[in-house]
């Protein structure tokens, strides 16, 4: 209602009791239930959904008289009171009127609901005790009800296949635990459908849906006002009897009925299986057909993760008029959320015309009066209104104005699609008035946010007022984990690099690590195999990838396979070895994920509850996987394979994808993870098991990409174009130790090529001559044919897909080759951050390339690049053999040159506390071209938590001359005032846009792309709360010198606290030059001087307690 806050500021949440004490049954609105009787039949799925797309409300009556009974015969006194609730699709609880649950959409959290299903307890002891008389008062919980995953609009769609889901009508199951002081337990007001108080009604949201948004009626929700309070009650007056339209139900309370189902769990997986071909249909077994068709509800527990809620609150950037009262509001950055009305919405107008897609034929028909809301991340260039297209729900549009990609009727028919989204599934939610209203258009002043939908947004488009909203702002929902790594440096590039990955996760994490927020929201193996590192390193995800790792032990089929995402969706099977298999790399997320959990968090309990499934998947792999392989088309010795079958692979890179590399690569991994985890859990049988297979498959590997004798890592046919390639032969320690120089030698042959992209050609056709000849002087354009052209780099930029980017990043660094590394992540040009942010880029792509039709601008897909930002640029990340982040590595690498990079911090969280690094260039020459030769000093800062330890391991010194000293902190400063101060300074700059500084836009007047100057927040240079002030005056023990650890490359063991170490007579050099950005590096490949790491080639072998090398 108007004067709620958009988020609940009511916090005591508790966790509730086992299933086997729940007294509550699921309940339904008569009227939803009965859209699943097998007498329905005759209707369309939609015809039934639209007969239930106006969602439910429940309330309990508590009267006084029975809390009163309770207490009177335990002659006692009321200690705890304890209500526990879940609804599907998602719910919000309240009592007396007052807000339970956070504000978030998604509640609860998304896992297959047919097998398991978490609830929430809150702790209202202050309802029931707090205040003169209250015991003499009566109370009421109400519960609200969204869509949610559970009865989502049916529109089909081959990227998002709803109708694989479990669904049923919208369902409460709740009960309050009254607890004594002496102990004793009573259960009150347990949702049933026979002597209870529940009531259920038609409430004030008409429809609600993920992917669609929502509709609210600001009438009935302000005639409802007070439905959730005692004084508010009354009474059942409503009948079962069905209206025309259920929005002529709302406001009638009437008796609910349980939730009922002839579908058992063991039918459900079998259809499920049969469809996956994880099971044959020989074996099928026969059930009764069904009555009842909804889908069977999993067991309950207590919800395994935090809320999603509103995290942060955006103030709108800019408010433009695009005329005919539309406004368009950019709120920065993109994220998932919605806006928040703070002060409600203005009156509408009616325009001659409605602008496209925010019109409501019904609404206008009837005479009633609506503002609409349509939300999406960029503007549709050649018309400057949302791209629509770039945020379509399930992949459904027609192309858009620009790009006919498909024909301009291609939805009008697609079954069940939205009226008034015009060929377009659409981020659209409707605030609507009926004329009937006795309050009329004033209404519109109470509107604040939609309730149970999440949209991609970072510009919104609000029609038709004839003024903007005021104080309207945006919130960022996701899971409210704690957020505990940051990195910063002097690079406004790198810097905006992890912004981007950053805001793609923060947007990514509605109870699933998702790969978009708008088109797809699933959780995909692949996605969490490559950004899982970045995540580790940003969030607390101790209690999320828990969760995620169980949705997929739920997920597994009997025959051991594993599936692409979390909760089966046929998404790419295709590309698997069949037998229900998701793509091995994306089925091999579960046993990944698992090891990355133990080394992180230490949950031991974790590994002993899927070391049998694990177990079972490696098996699965051992029975199909090379037959599965010879079908799809390899041939055992890669004679005749030529690159790119079957398989996703590297998924989106620049270069062809090696399929049999990724393949048969996570085959290995998932040996070496049921070896670690056997380990861990002293299982010496299950370690040998999974040590056997990663040998034999890593003994595969060195054969058939070692035997061509190029010594280059690739396979027979290849000719060094392929990825991923040497960079994950060599970080995943596959490739031989003696030959891992050559190896890495030969890798700086490869080089990068011209792009014939479709936006790319049609944005240097249409840039000025001008522009185009600064690009060419750069060498951002080349000759391809007779046409200038962008190109991708190898080492000036990225070409990498979603996993090689790490191997890339890290083998650089860690292999003595920092210095590309950086030049890699600071590139200019196609396929960098950099060209991101030009094209007003505030969230990672989900390509190299720019898209206007078709891939996501809000997917952290390819943000592994963030994970060695803090590990490499800045040098902190677990040691790779810790175990619940009990000990950090220390490895900070410097440029060769100060122009790239002149500084750089990250913390590192753990269950422990935070890890701490900067490190900055000191005794810099004032003159800059002198950065290239001068000789400075490096002055680096570490921060170790108590009751953990660290390890400082520091490159190779740059000259004979080069030392290096220690000293600790004898008093632990105030590092929290340290940290706020720092983050008061940082915060004052951003504000101040003193990161990146143009971006490309398009003059639609002139068809013409025009460079625009302009400060953003986003790549702002700070530096760390380490070089605060107040920590130069702590107390510091004496200098010790330890240039022999350096010079023999030996690591020294730290003790918590805070280290201050210097390096003298750093001697700075110019990079290398290499054969221009699309080219090689002769420098290094022609050079004697295999690298600087190459003296003991022992230390290349894969640890079974080194959980950062296993992939």
């Not at 026979?194 to 259920?200: D, E, F, I, L, M």
């Given at each position: ?138 109370h009421v919980i109400g519960i609200t009800m969204g869509s949610g995953w559970w009865d989502h609009r049916p529109v089909p769609s081959s990227i998002v296949k709803l109708g694989l889901l479990p669904r049923g009508p919208s369902t409460v199951n709740a009960q309050l635990f009254l607890t004594t002081s002496k102990g004793n337990v009573h259960v009150v007001i347990p949702t049933q459908d026979k002597g209870s108080t529940w009531q259920v009604s038609r409430g004030h949201i008409r429809e609600s849906d993920l992917f669609t948004g929502e509709m609210v009626d600001l009438d009935v929700m302000s005639s409802m006002e007070g439905w959730d309070t005692s004084s508010g009650w009354a009474e059942v007056v409503g009948n079962t009897e069905s209206t025309p339209s259920p929005y002529e139900e709302v406001n009638k309370w009437i008796k609910p009925v349980p939730y009922r189902t002839d579908v058992t ?153 939205p009226d008034d989204h015009e060929a377009i599934l659409s981020q659209r939610d409707v605030y609507v008035i009926p004329k009937e209203s006795k309050k009329g258009k004033a209404l519109y002043a109470e509107a604040r946010q939609s309730h149970f939908t999440t949209h991609s947004f970072r510009y919104a488009e609000i029609c038709c007022t004839a003024e903007p909203p005021k104080n309207a702002h945006a919130l960022l929902y996701r899971t409210a984990i704690p957020e505990w790594g940051t990195f910063d440096s002097s690079n406004v590039l790198i810097n905006g690099g992890y912004e981007l990955v950053k805001n793609a996760m923060n947007s990514n994490l509605l109870s699933v690590q998702s790969d978009c927020p708008h088109r797809e929201k699933l959780p995909y193996g692949g996605d969490l195999v490559a950004d899982s590192p970045a995540a580790l390193h940003m969030y607390d995800m101790s209690a ?568």
């Amino acid at each position: 209602m108007k004067d709620q806050p958009n988020s609940s500021s009511f916090s005591k949440v508790a966790i509730g009791p086992e299933e086997h004490d729940w007294k509550g049954k699921w309940i339904v609105h008569p009227l939803d239930m009965d859209t699943f009787n097998a007498d329905m039949k005759k209707k369309s799925d939609c015809d039934r959904w639209t007969m239930r797309r106006s969602l439910p409300l429940f309330r309990a009556h508590l009267s006084a008289l029975t809390l009163q009974s309770i207490l009177a015969n335990d002659d006692d006194s009321l200690a705890s009171a304890l209500l526990v609730v879940s609804g599907l699709g998602s719910f919000r609880a309240s009592m007396d009127g007052v807000p339970l649950s956070p504000s978030g959409p998604i509640d609860p959290p998304f896992t297959d609901y047919s097998k398991r299903v978490m609830y929430r307890g809150f702790d209202v002891t202050q309802f029931l005790t707090g205040g003169k008389n209250v015991i003499d008062q009566s109370h009421v919980i109400g519960i609200t009800m969204g869509s949610g995953w559970w009865d989502h609009r049916p529109v089909p769609s081959s990227i998002v296949k709803l109708g694989l889901l479990p669904r049923g009508p919208s369902t409460v199951n709740a009960q309050l635990f009254l607890t004594t002081s002496k102990g004793n337990v009573h259960v009150v007001i347990p949702t049933q459908d026979k002597g209870s108080t529940w009531q259920v009604s038609r409430g004030h949201i008409r429809e609600s849906d993920l992917f669609t948004g929502e509709m609210v009626d600001l009438d009935v929700m302000s005639s409802m006002e007070g439905w959730d309070t005692s004084s508010g009650w009354a009474e059942v007056v409503g009948n079962t009897e069905s209206t025309p339209s259920p929005y002529e139900e709302v406001n009638k309370w009437i008796k609910p009925v349980p939730y009922r189902t002839d579908v058992t769990l063991e039918q459900r997986v079998q259809e499920m299986a049969i469809k996956a071909k994880a099971m044959d249909r020989a074996g099928k077994k026969e059930f009764p057909k069904s009555v009842n068709s909804a889908s069977p509800i999993g067991y309950l527990v207590p919800s395994e993760i935090p809320p999603v809620m509103s995290v942060e609150r955006i103030a709108p950037d800019e408010i433009q008029n695009l005329g005919g009262g539309r406004w368009l509001i950019d709120y920065g950055k993109a994220m998932s959320g919605m806006i928040h009305f703070d002060e409600g919405l203005p009156e509408p107008i009616v325009p001659d015309e409605y602008p496209r897609a925010h019109g409501f034929k019904a609404a206008t028909a009837n005479g009633d009066s609506f503002i609409t809301v349509i939300y999406g991340e960029s503007l549709e260039m050649t018309t400057g209104d949302i791209n629509r297209v770039l945020v379509a729900g399930l992949g459904l549009h027609d192309g858009g104005p620009r790009h006919k990609s498909k024909s301009a009727t291609h939805t009008a028919h697609t079954f069940c699609f939205p009226d008034d989204h015009e060929a377009i599934l659409s981020q659209r939610d409707v605030y609507v008035i009926p004329k009937e209203s006795k309050k009329g258009k004033a209404l519109y002043a109470e509107a604040r946010q939609s309730h149970f939908t999440t949209h991609s947004f970072r510009y919104a488009e609000i029609c038709c007022t004839a003024e903007p909203p005021k104080n309207a702002h945006a919130l960022l929902y996701r899971t409210a984990i704690p957020e505990w790594g940051t990195f910063d440096s002097s690079n406004v590039l790198i810097n905006g690099g992890y912004e981007l990955v950053k805001n793609a996760m923060n947007s990514n994490l509605l109870s699933v690590q998702s790969d978009c927020p708008h088109r797809e929201k699933l959780p995909y193996g692949g996605d969490l195999v490559a950004d899982s590192p970045a995540a580790l390193h940003m969030y607390d995800m101790s209690a999320f990838y828990k969760k995620t790792v169980n949705d997929w032990l739920e997920a597994q089929w009997d025959n051991g396979a594993y599936t692409e995402t979390s909760i089966w969706q046929d998404l790419n099977d295709y590309a698997g070895i069949g037998h229900g298999a998701g793509e091995t790399v994306w089925a091999s997320a579960p046993p990944v994920l698992t090891v990355r959990h133990m080394q992180h968090y230490g949950d031991i309990t974790l590994l002993q509850k899927s070391i049998s499934h694990h177990v079972k998947w490696l098996d699965f792999l051992d029975k199909y996987f090379d037959a599965g392989m010879e079908i799809k088309g390899y041939d055992k010795e890669l004679d005749e394979y030529t690159g790119q079958k079957s398989g996703l692979g590297d998924w989106l890179a620049m270069r062809s994808r090696d399929t049999y590399l990724t393949h048969t690569a996570f085959v290995m991994a998932s040996g070496r993870c049921v070896a670690y985890i056997g380990r861990k859990v002293g299982l010496a049988s299950v370690e040998d098991k999974g040590m056997a297979v990663a040998k034999k498959i890593q003994d595969r590997l060195v054969h058939l990409y070692m035997k061509n004798g190029k010594d280059n890592f690739d396979f027979p046919l290849g000719s060094e174009s392929h990825t991923p390639g040497p960079e994950m032969g060599l970080y995943t320690r596959i490739v031989p130790g003696e030959k891992r120089c050559i190896v890495l030698k030969n890798w700086f042959r490869r080089s990068g090529h011209t792009w014939p992209g479709d936006e790319e050609r049609l944005f240097i056709k249409e840039m000025s001559e001008e522009d185009k000849q600064v690009w060419i002087e750069t060498k951002e354009l080349t000759k391809r044919g007779d046409e200038w052209a962008m190109g991708w780099s190898q080492w000036q930029g990225f070409n990498e897909g979603i996993f090689a980017i790490r191997y890339a990043m890290k083998t650089l660094s860690d292999m003595g080759y920092h210095n590309i590394a950086l030049r890699k992540a600071a590139g200019v040009g196609m396929a960098t951050p950099e060209y991101m942010m030009s094209h007003n880029a505030t969230t990672m792509w989900e390509s190299w390339w720019r898209s206007e039709d078709l891939y996501s601008r809000n997917h952290p897909m390819l943000g592994a690049v963030a994970e060695w930002m803090s590990s490499s640029a800045a040098g902190v990340a677990l040691y790779p053999t810790t175990t619940g982040g009990k000990k950090a590595l220390f490895w900070p690498r410097f440029p060769k040159s100060a122009t790239t990079l002149e500084y750089a911090s990250a913390v590192q969280g753990s269950l422990g506390g935070d890890y701490a690094i900067a490190w900055r260039f000191e005794e810099l020459p004032s003159d800059k071209s002198e950065y290239n030769s001068a000789v400075v000093k490096i002055r680096i800062r570490l921060l170790i938590p108590p009751g953990n330890e660290g390890v400082l391991r520091l490159p190779l010194p740059s000259s004979e001359s080069t030392s290096v000293s220690i000293r600790h902190s004898l008093l632990m400063p105030n590092v929290n005032d340290a940290r706020a101060v720092a983050e008061k300074e940082c915060s004052s700059r951003r504000k101040a846009r003193l990161g990146f500084h143009y971006n490309w836009n398009y003059d639609r007047e002139k068809n013409q792309w025009v460079k625009h100057l302009t400060g953003k927040a986003i790549g702002t240079p700070c530096e760390s709360f380490l070089f605060q002030q107040s920590l130069d005056d702590a107390s510091w023990s004496r200098e010790t010198e330890i240039t022999h650890v350096m010079s023999q490359r030996r690591d020294k063991e730290l003790s918590p606290g805070l280290y201050d170490i210097t390096i003298s007579n750093w001697q700075l050099e110019k990079e290398v030059e290499g054969t221009g950005r699309i080219g090689n590096l002769p420098e290094y490949y022609k050079s004697d001087d295999l690298a600087p790491y190459c003296s003991d080639a022992t230390t290349f072998e894969w640890n079974i307690d080194d959980a950062s090398h296993i992939i």
